[in-house]
């Protein structure tokens, strides 16, 4: 069984964000991105660049080998 109150809310959000221009979204993503980097960095206790790199190997489990991605993520 689904929650009303949820399903309502998130429509809601998904209205919002379509009444928001290009660049606004694009802010938008950059900022939540930046917020769940910063949740990472204080749960996982580890600096910025830590984190980033940490975060960049985990999206490369189940790709196809790539000696530049390799090397990137060093």
């Excluded at 919002?16 to 910063?38: I, N, P, T, Y």
């Excluded at 600096?47 to 993520?73: K, P, W």
Aim: glycine content about 2%; charged content about 35%.
């Amino acid at each position: 069984m689904r929650s009303k109150v949820a399903e309502e809310h998130r429509k809601e959000q998904i209205e919002d964000v379509l009444r928001l221009c290009a660049s606004e979204r694009v802010a938008l993503a950059f900022a939540l991105g930046e917020r769940d980097l910063e949740f990472y960095i204080a749960f996982q206790k580890v600096d910025r660049l830590t984190a980033v790199r940490a975060i960049r190997r985990e999206h490369q489990f189940g790709r196809r080998y790539s000696r530049c991605m390799n090397e990137s993520l060093q």
